[in-house]
Every structure is written in structure tokens, then in C-alpha cells.
């Protein structure tokens, strides 16, 4: 967030202290007025270059002892910065440095407007030149003046300077977090907006969101979120955000007015902003870690909030929104609301959002925690199975997280005897060659997903001679498994062998065809632990019922 200035001044034709005063001023201070004037007359319009004699001149009215020269000093540097872009060195800002430090406050507001300018509208590298001027403490003291415009120009000078982590951290050990905290009470919209907005700056890394928790920042944050002021209401929503993504922090932020910012932040995904809906989102997603608040945002009317919020036009929101949505998955009692509020045909639409890879990764992630709480009828009755399926076949053109998202959901789902049978209708019965294809992915949990899924089919004797005869043949990938340097796919390549090996004498017999009896022999002589060589047992003497020991 880059911070506004609030004072407008005088603009060219600055008046500078020369008549009245010329009888008390030094020679210097005299050729000094004289250089500036021509200075300002001799270039009327467009980007002011400043030579060094012109800002020695300028030196001069800033450190004399005339408060009419400072002051006229203070509003040439103003007006200069207001199309200045160039990059600024120590030796410029020393006389501006120097005026914040001004009891007048007019003074005080050309100086902290000419700061503010030449960190916002100047190069990136200008604040952290500002700030190795020395200009933070003056611009701190400036936040514990009375007046407004004062306030307001310093508070926007800090907001930008703290969009660099280096400033971030110096702002905070230089005392700021206090009187930034105590100008979020004032009444001025403007000082208030830019407080807000340097503390929210502030959040944004971790050493210093420990202290801005312990100095009070909190309770003035969520007091925020009610304000009327849309950016007062998006910073507030944001700092949370940052905040909550850590424990401790959240407790505190839920601990404050009895859960007060979890009803006002549903209260905001309401708002007519899509920026204060998505910061909203934001911080309830990042509060919906812990389980205890998964109950409160659904009881506070979160989820009726939320899903309204996944077909907004604003991708940044609906991303914002699934990504809540799946945090509130993951508590039991959750799921019947979750389905009951009409989600699952908007996830199934969010799963072939192509070009939204993190949008589809949450749709699926929120499917796999409802179908671990056996919502398996409502998931196929609203075409998800089958949106995910679609991931998987289009796998070429899907990334990583987005298969091994779909793919998890959909070996929870195997897990469910209807479920499996609508699998191995999908594309005319043949959606076990894209699960056998996927066990060679590239991706090692898409692999791990895929035989998992095939082993649950295999449940199912009906599939047996499909899932063994066809090729790509099962036989191939749990060959691979089996001499997987990994022992969780040893495991379960033996764990799908007992799904096959508990089948009919012909399954039996396509098996022993095959080189697999001679690994699961190898694997229960070689060490392993002793769950592989039970399951490696258990398979060899599956296979060897009704086929007799003269088979083998």
C-alpha cells in the first residue's frame, strides 16, 4: 500500500520572504532568495532540474534562523518534488530532514509533503535513502502532532516508505507502532486511512507482527473493520489476513470482543467492494485453521456468505472464497451445510477453470474433505466425480498440484462402492486406462493417487479382468512399485495384489501368468518391515489357494 498526501500548498509563484524581511537578511540568505526566485520564474511548467548551487541556495534559507526563509525553503521543496523523479541522495534530503524538525507547523506540512512526494513518485530506491537520512525519527515525532494535515502527510510518508522490508523493520524499532495506533482513533478520515494503511504495511513480515500483537494492534484493527471508509475496511480485513497466519495470533484475534471479528468479516463478504469481499475471504480462510473457528465462521453465517462469492466476476475473490470454503470442509459438521448450501455445482464449475490452477486445486481439495465425511451421492449427483475424472484425462494440460489434488479426492471417493462404480463407466469403461496411464506420471503423489484409485476397483472382482488383461495392463505399474525405492508404493502395490489375489481362480491364474509371483517371493525373503512381509504372506497364499501348491 503506497500512502497519500493530504495538504494541498501553494503551487508555482511560492511566495518567498524578500521584501518585507530583506533589511535582516545575511548576504548569503540575501543571494539565496535571489537564486531561488530566478530559479521558480525561469521555468514555469513541466519537470524541475535542481543544479547544486540552486540547492545550496537551498540549504541556506532551510538552516538559517529566519522562520519566513524556512518556510519558503520548505515550499520550494515541495513544489520541486511534486514532478520530481529522480533519485534522491543524503546530501539532497538534509535541509528537508531538517525542516520536519520545525516547531511552525506550516513548515511541517511542506516538508513532510515533499518527503511523501519524493517517495512516492520518485525510484524505489529513494526510501531506503530517505530512511538512511535519518528521517524516521523526525516523521515519527510528526504522528504525535496536532495537527491533521501534519499527520496525514507523515503517516502517508511512513505507509510508503514501509513497502520495503529493510523500512518495514527500521519503522518498528523506531517506535512507530505506538502513535500510528493512537491516530487510527482520530476523526479525520484521511490520517485515519493512511495510518491504517502504514500499519497494515507493517504486518507483512513476521518479525514484526509479534509486536504489533502485543502493542494493541488488534482490538484496532477489527474497532476498523466497521469503519465506513472502504479503505480503512480493506486494510483492516488485509492486516488480519497477515496476522492470522499464525496460531498464536489467531486466538488473540477470535479471543477479542468474543469472536467479534469473525462476524464482521462475514458482515464484509457482503460488501459492495470486490477488493473488502476478497480481503474478508482472505482473513477468514486464514482464521478457518483452527477448528475451533471452522464452527464459528459456520455459525456467524460463513458459508452463506461464501458461496455466493464463487461466481464473482473478480477472480481474486472466488479464489479467495474456495480457498475458505475448503478450510471449512475440514470440520466434521461442517460438510451437510456445505452441501446444503448449494456449493457443489459451482466447485464442479470451478474444477474447468484451466487457466485458475489454484482455484481448481482448492474446488478438489474441498471435495476430498467432504467425501471423507461420506458425502459421496451429493458429489456424483452434482457432476464433481466427474470433474475431476476430467482433470485427470486432461492431464497433459493440468498442472502438478491440480492431478494431485483431483486424484485425492477421487481415491477417497473409490473408497465407496457407488462411487467406484460410476468410475468405471466414465468414457464407455474406460477411465482405468487414464488411472493406468497416471501411475508413470511424473508426479509422485498423482502416481501414488492413481494405483491407489485402481486398487479400490480392484475390490471389485468385476474389474479384475480389465484392470489385467487390457493394455496398459496393472501388471506393468506394480511391477515398478514393487522395486520402488519408497516402501509406502511397495506397500501399496502389495496391498492392491491382495485386492487381486482374494479374486476368482481365472484372476489367480492371470496373476501367476505374469513375473509378479516371483516378486512378491523375493519381497518375502528379502528384509522388509514386518507389515510388508505379512502382506507379501498374505498375498502368496491367496494366489495359492484353489490352484493347488503344484502350481507354484
Known amino acids: 500500500i503506497m500512502g497519500g498526501c493530504c495538504c494541498g500548498l501553494q503551487g508555482h509563484g511560492t511566495h518567498l520572504a524578500h521584501s518585507t524581511t530583506e533589511p535582516l537578511l545575511r548576504d548569503s540568505e540575501r543571494e539565496a532568495v535571489s537564486a531561488i526566485l530566478k530559479f521558480l520564474d525561469s521555468d514555469s511548467s513541466g519537470i524541475r532540474t535542481l543544479s547544486e548551487d540552486k540547492l545550496q541556495s537551498l ?65 524505489a530506491e529513494n526510501k531506503s535513502t530517505i530512511v538512511k537520512a535519518g528521517a524516521l525519527p523526525p516523521l515519527i515525532l510528526l504522528l504525535t502532532k496536532d495537527d491533521p494535515e501534519v499527520q496525514c502527510n507523515a503517516c502517508g510518508c511512513i505507509t510508503t516508505l514501509a513497502t520495503t522490508d529493510s523500512n518495514k523493520k527500521d519503522i518498528v524499532s523506531n517506535g512507530a507502532i505506538n502513535p500510528l495506533l493512537k491516530l487510527s482513533h482520530v476523526n479525520d478520515s484521511r490520517v485515519q486511512r493512511n495510518a491504517a494503511g502504514a500499519l497494515l504495511n507493517l504486518t507483512h513480515i513476521e518479525s514484526n507482527r509479534q509486536e504489533l500483537v502485543q502493542t494493541g494492534a488488534v482490538p484496532v484493527f477489527v474497532r476498523l473493520l ?15 489476513s497477515n496476522l492470522a497466519v499464525h496460531d498464536s495470533h489467531r486466538r488473540v484475534i477470535v479471543g477479542y470482543g468474543n469472536g467479534k471479528a469473525i462476524r464482521v468479516l462475514v458482515s464484509l463478504m457482503k460488501s459492495n467492494s470486490d477488493k473488502v469481499k476478497c480481503q474478508a475471504c482472505l482473513a477468514i480462510r486464514n482464521l478457518a485453521s483452527d477448528e475451533a473457528n471452522q464452527g464459528k465462521i459456520a455459525e456467524s453465517g460463513g458459508l452463506e456468505a461464501l458461496v455466493p462469492l464463487l461466481s464473482s466476476k473478480d477472480i481474486d475473490t472466488v479464489t479467495a472464497a474456495v480457498a475458505a470454503l475448503r478450510n471449512l470442509s475440514i470440520r466434521r459438521g461442517n460438510e451437510i451445510p456445505i452441501v446444503q448450501s448449494g456449493s457443489l455445482p459451482q466447485l464442479s464449475r470451478l474444477l474447468s477453470l484451466q487457466e485458475c490452477p489454484e482455484i481448481q486445486c482448492h474446488a478438489a481439495g474441498t471435495l476430498r474433505n467432504l467425501a471423507a465425511e461420506d458425502q459421496y451421492t451429493p458429489i456424483m449427483e452434482s457432476g464433481c466425480l466427474l470433474a475431476l475424472a476430467e482433470r485427470l484425462r486432461d492431464s497433459q494440460h493440468v498442472s502438478g498440484d491440480v492431478l494431485s489434488e483431483a486424484s485425492a479426492a477421487l481415491a477417497v471417493m473409490a473408497s465407496h462402492v457407488v462411487a467406484r462404480k460410476q468410475m468405471m463407466l466414465l468414457y464407455g469403461g474406460n ?15 498423482v502416481q501414488y493417487n492413481c494405483a491407489g484409485i485402481i486398487g479400490h476397483l480392484a475390490m471389485n472382482e468385476e474389474y479384475h479382468a480389465p484392470l489385467l488383461e487390457e493394455d496398459p495392463s496393472a501388471i506393468g505399474f506394480l511391477l515398478g512399485f514393487m522395486q520402488h525405492d519408497d516402501v509406502s508404493f511397495v506397500h501399496l502395490a502389495l496391498w492392491i495384489m491382495a485386492q487381486f489375489s482374494n479374486g476368482s481362480k481365472k484372476t489367480k491364474q492371470m496373476m501367476r501368468k505374469s513375473i509378479l509371483l516371483d516378486k512378491i517371493m523375493d519381497l518375502r525373503t528379502r528384509t522388509h518391515s514386518l507389515e510388508i512381509s505379512q502382506l507379501a504372506d498374505a498375498a502368496f497364499n491367496n494366489l495359492k489357494q484353489d490352484l493347488g501348491d503344484s502350481s507354484f
Open 59 to 123: 540549504y541556506t534559507l532551510s538552516f538559517s534562523d529566519n522562520v519566513d526563509l524556512q518556510k519558503s525553503a520548505a515550499l520550494c521543496f515541495s513544489e520541486i518534488s511534486e514532478t520530481w523523479h529522480e533519485p534522491v541522495d543524503i546530501h539532497f534530503l538534509e535541509p528537508i530532514i531538517h525542516l520536519l524538525l520545525s516547531e511552525d507547523v506550516d513548515i511541517q506540512k511542506a516538508a513532510s509533503l515533499a518527503l511523501s512526494n519524493l517517495a512516492l513518485k520518485g525510484p
Open 226 to 240: 466497521e469503519s465506513r471508509d472502504v479503505d480503512v475496511q480493506f486494510y483492516c480485513a488485509a492486516a488480519i
Open 431 to 445: 477411465f482405468h486406462k487414464v488411472l493406468l496411464k497416471l501411475t508413470e506420471s511424473p508426479y509422485k503423489e
